[in-house]
């Protein structure tokens, strides 16, 4: 290929965006020399990459809008074997995202460090695989962020920033006792994620039957917590703290010898 066609492709790639195409042109065009390919043929690989870049690309963007504690929470990434207690058959069936498709939520509960927080993450990154958006959020900080919404008249305006994604993860749900404007607020919330299918995964170091008494409007805590818990799979998540696992063990270090 002359030198003049050369830099017109890359300057055709560059301004059509097709950066994956560009980085890989170089070894595809070798490929191409040393190789019997048509031309049909390293033109469907060069599609590919940029597929691949902007795959990856959206990854990464669905990854920074969750939000999530640690992008490294995955189902691949947790000790199963730390816990015989797990309802690991369970949980490798939520991983197939059925529920997703039916708009099901789930309720992880149990005891504190059992892992809940992973798992519900680890359960969200398999959604963003599949190219859904997922939100993640401590209850307490959700709540906040609508109570503020009252206070300067944002509140329909940040309550479509927590309906609007496929997935919302609510960890440390009912950990105390809700107020009134609080269980409005989540009242709304459930009502308008399930009136569009969109299901939530919710961890708690209660179980669900525990959490009507901490509404104190009785008639909100069966509307609210009837539909969300009769249409969620509740599983009880206990065993040993799988946090000491997670410490670092004596000698580990952070740092990296170059000479290894």
């Known amino acids: 290929m002359s030198l003049v066609l050369d830099s017109g492709l890359r300057e055709a790639m560059k301004a059509l965006r097709l950066t994956g195409m560009l980085a890989t042109l170089d070894d595809r065009l070798a490929q191409a020399r040393d190789t019997p390919l048509g031309h049909v043929e390293i033109l469907q690989l060069l599609l590919e990459d940029e597929l691949a870049r902007r795959q990856s690309a959206a990854l990464t963007r669905r990854l920074s809008r969750a939000r999530f504690e640690t992008t490294q929470a995955t189902l691949e990434g947790f000790d199963f074997t730390a816990n015989p207690k797990l309802p690991t058959a369970a949980i490798r069936d939520l991983a197939a995202l059925r529920w997703l498709t039916n ?70 749900f009912a950990m105390r006792a809700f107020t009134d404007p609080q269980a409005d607020d989540l009242y709304e919330l459930t009502s308008e994620r399930a009136a569009a299918g969109r299901p939530m995964i919710l961890t708690s170091n209660r179980k669900p039957t525990d959490w009507y008494p901490l509404f104190p409007n009785p008639v909100i805590a069966e509307s609210l917590l009837d539909r969300l818990i009769n249409t969620s799979h509740a599983l009880h998540v206990d065993g040993p703290s799988y946090r000491p696992r997670k410490r670092p063990r004596p000698g580990d270090s952070t740092t990296t010898d170059p000479t290894q």
Do not use: M
């Open 103 to 172: 708009g099901e939520s789930i309720i992880l509960y149990g005891p504190v460090g059992v892992g809940k927080t992973h798992l519900a993450q680890a359960l969200g990154h398999n959604a963003i695989r599949r190219g859904i958006d997922v939100r993640f959020s401590k209850t307490s900080r959700l709540l906040a962020d609508l109570a503020s919404g009252h206070a300067d008249h944002s509140w329909d305006k940040r309550l479509r920033e927590y309906t609007r994604p496929g997935v919302l993860i609510l960890d440390d």
